[in-house]
């Protein structure tokens, strides 16, 4: 190829791993458009996990599946592939298995003799390396191979960002049809509160209806329950189901409300203090501390058996802090997942938002939930 061809190449090559959406994609892309610029037989990307000493996914081309099959387990980064995530710099070896950092391939490996490897680097921390082995026709790769390498490599770490967004704007959208469903039900709820009052009309009509003052009595006794229970629960319903005080006056009168009704329907003290002080904050934040503290006063009700419980919401310039901290029983935050989605949920709205939530929980000594959100710099803007 000429260098003209080879720029051209180049630059659709970059078309083409930037145009994939999914990580995956891109990560196959690239290595089919590595081995094919610089003639290698093999390519493959190993990402390396979250310790940074090994890798954890390992994509190839090149090797049939029959053959990948046999080969068995996938590289975890010992040997020269090893050498690269310990010091991510280009590596180019006319053999690779006379190298003395060399640990020898498995069993039914194709031969490798010539190697490059390049690391590809994501916002400065090295996200994987790209492998290329067995230049064709037989012979090692050139200083030109590794440029061109190191090329894709950048574009792709461009990419390999790019598709992170594209997971996060995927979560986004789940969130927003959460509380689109919760409108929703708003309304069915709407439509149960006719239910409940068509129930006291029949009550009203059995207190008409009463031959005695005893009857009516009694009548009225049970409507009265009626009408209590009634009111509960729709008030219950619709504050866990659409925080309208939200909508309408912001964060700090909508927790309020909330900690007023968890404390009028249990035995718990619940404190609220907020520190927010003036102009709103963005709706995804109001919306996402709404709801997380929330889930954790239901799980206080729930799992905690307390007695007290505080929530602390502080807006600090550049961070909003949620603090909920109740003198419960306490649970084991390292036992894992079980089948609870609030946690969860909690979670996914956090990292959605750029925050941290850390869980402080000791058995028999009270749960810490402290929650830090970003808050973008100036004004806030019509959206994120
Ligand atoms: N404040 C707390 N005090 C004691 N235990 C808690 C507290 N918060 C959570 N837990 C424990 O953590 C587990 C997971 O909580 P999570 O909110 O994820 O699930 P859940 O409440 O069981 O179910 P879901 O929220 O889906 O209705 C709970 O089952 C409970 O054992
Ligand atoms: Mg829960």
Redesign the pocket.
Same mark, same amino acid.
């Given at each position: 190829m000429d260098a003209r061809a080879r720029r051209r190449a180049l630059v659709q090559a970059g078309i083409a791993i930037t145009s994939e959406l999914s990580l995956d994609a891109v990560l196959q892309t690239l290595i089919r458009i590595a081995a094919d610029l610089t003639g290698a037989r093999y390519s493959a990307l190993g990402v390396i996990d979250a310790s940074g000493r090994e890798l954890d996914r390992f994509v190839t081309y090149g090797i049939d599946d029959a053959t990948r099959a046999t080969i068995g387990d996938l590289p975890r980064g010992r040997g020269i592939l090893g050498v690269l995530i310990t010091d991510a710099r280009p590596l180019r070896l006319d053999d690779l298995t006379t190298d003395p950092r060399a640990v020898g391939f498995p069993d039914h490996h194709p031969p490798m003799r010539s190697f490059l490897g390049v690391p590809v680097m994501t916002r400065g921390v090295a996200f994987g390396n790209l492998y290329l082995a067995e230049k064709q026709p037989a012979g090692p790769f050139s200083e030109e191979d590794q440029e061109i390498v190191t090329l894709l490599a950048a574009q792709a770490a461009v990419a390999i960002e790019n598709a992170g967004s594209v997971q996060r704007d995927a979560l986004r959208r789940a969130v927003e049809a959460q509380e689109a469903e919760r409108k929703r039900l708003a309304r069915e709820l709407h439509d149960e509160t006719g239910q409940a009052l068509t129930s006291i009309l029949l009550g009203l009509a059995a207190v008409e209806r009463a031959e005695t003052a005893a009857d009516a009595r009694a009548a009225a006794g049970e409507l009265r329950e009626l009408v209590v229970e009634t009111l509960q629960n729709v008030r219950r319903l619709a504050v866990e189901l659409r925080p309208s005080a939200l909508d309408d006056f912001g964060l700090e009168p909508a927790l309020r409300r909330l900690g007023q009704t968890v404390k009028e329907s249990s035995a718990l003290d619940v404190q609220v203090e907020t520190r927010l002080g003036s102009g709103r904050l963005l709706p995804e934040i109001e919306t996402a501390v709404y709801r997380i503290v929330q889930?954790?006063l239901?799980?206080?009700v729930?799992?905690? @058996? @307390?007695e007290r419980?505080s929530i602390v919401v502080a807006r600090l310039p550049e961070k909003l802090t949620v603090i *909920?901290e %109740?003198d419960?029983?306490?649970?084991d #935050?390292g @036992?894992g #997942?079980? %089948?609870? =989605?609030? =946690? =969860?949920?909690?979670r996914e709205r956090v990292e959605l938002l750029d925050g941290s939530l850390a *869980?402080e929980?000791h058995q028999g000594a009270?749960?810490t939930?402290a929650v830090e959100l970003p808050l973008p710099r100036g004004k806030p803007g019509p959206r994120g």
């Open positions: 889930e954790a239901t799980n206080v729930k799992h905690a @058996a @307390a419980v *909920i %109740d419960g029983s306490g649970f #935050p @036992a #997942p079980g %089948d609870g =989605l609030g =946690l =969860l949920g909690m *869980i929980a009270g749960t939930l």
